[in-house]
């Protein structure tokens, strides 16, 4: 079922899947060309279970046309192909339930590869802990990482970026010998397999222990702009039962002192403080806040907002109330 460029059937419905950032394609300013993909409609397969899924099949029926083309894998510039799958579980695995609740997704590539060094990941002798939600990165330490291009966290795949990125996961590569990855915040704490993947091939997997903060603490973008969503998360560190949030922000970075209820790092002895009167709850399965202000007005750019946020411990029933770092905002 191949279709060209120029044939009437071309492109197919539902395509091309643009999974790149915007920038990455020619329509924005980018290198890569959709109009040159060229697709297949009928693609089919079956999973076979090995290992822990021994005795699982699953069979694959196609729900997007397999695009073919430089940068068509939705991964990197190289020529690659992208396509999904509906699945049907034809039998579960001898050891364990599958429950897949959304499409199987293909990412392939097929060009030929320059010739680069094997990377490979240094395995420490005690398996490394991180926080499930933290500014700070893991830093995983190897061999040939400069030309690294994605992180797995299990099957989680991560992209190259910045602290604006921190809510889908991101990392970097620090040098030939050190990345530093940011997991996604929604992360489950255990034990989590982190590898690294260059043009050619995957390292070595190493353990990472996931473990929630001691403390509270206060994750989100570091600049947003006219139009966009601030996303702010706060897990509140080692409370035990029912608890809310609330959320400060100011234009100052002084110190608001109220003796025996809270100790803040904004707002100018409250003369420069707004409270957002909400109270937002804490996922069950994360302990962490959801915060999210949008979209922004252009009348906001120029400025920087300092935002924290406070627990309200409902199970101890009186203040004070346990304060996170603070987040700097700027709006530009």
């Known amino acids: 079922g191949r279709v060209d460029p120029g044939q009437a059937a071309w492109p197919p419905g ?5 999974q790149l950032v915007p920038g990455a394609y020619v329509a924005g300013g ?8 060229h697709y297949y409609t009928t693609v089919s397969g079956t999973l076979t279970g090995s290992g822990l899924n021994a005795g699982g099949v699953i069979d694959l029926t196609q729900t997007a046309a397999a695009q073919v083309g430089g940068g068509a894998n939705n991964t990197n510039t190289y020529f690659g192909i992208y396509t999904s799958f509906a699945t049907n579980i034809v039998s579960q695995p001898t050891a364990r339930t599958l429950n897949v609740t959304a499409d199987a997704e293909l990412f392939a590539l097929t060009a030929v590869f320059p010739v680069l060094p094997f990377p490979s990941l240094t395995v420490p002798a005690t398996t490394p802990t ?9 830093v995983l330490q ?5 030309w690294v291009e994605l ?3 299990d099957f989680d795949l991560l992209g190259q970026g910045d602290e604006n990125d921190f809510l889908g996961g991101w990392f970097r590569v620090l040098d030939n010998n050190r ?17 690294a993947y ?7 997997v190493v353990p990472v222990d996931l473990v929630e903060p001691t403390v509270p603490v206060l994750v989100g973008e570091t600049s947003i702009g006219a139009g966009g969503t601030l996303h702010l998360r706060m897990h509140h560190g080692t409370i035990i039962g029912p608890a809310l949030c609330l959320m400060g922000l100011s234009n100052t970075l002084q110190p608001s002192v109220y003796p025996g209820y809270v100790d803040l790092d904004i707002g100018a002895a409250f003369t420069d403080f707004a409270l957002d009167p909400t109270l937002y709850s804490f996922d069950p399965q994360t302990n962490q806040a959801s915060i999210d202000y949008g979209p922004i007005s252009s009348s906001l750019l120029g400025t920087t907002y300092y935002f924290q946020a406070m627990v309200l411990d409902i199970g101890r029933g009186s203040p004070p109330f346990d304060e996170t770092n603070y987040r700097q905002v700027d709006f530009q």
């Open 30 to 37: 980018g290198t890569l060309d959709p109009d040159s993909w």
């Open 198 to 204: 260059n043009p050619a091939i995957q390292t070595n």
């Open 14 to 18: 539902g395509s091309p899947v643009l």
């Open 151 to 153: 992180v797995g966290v």
């Open 179 to 195: 990345i530093e990855v940011h997991p996604r915040p929604d992360t489950l704490p255990g034990s989590h397999n982190m590898l």
């Open 142 to 146: 190897g061999d040939n990482l400069a």
């Open 130 to 138: 991180h926080p499930t939600l933290s500014e700070q990165g893991l």
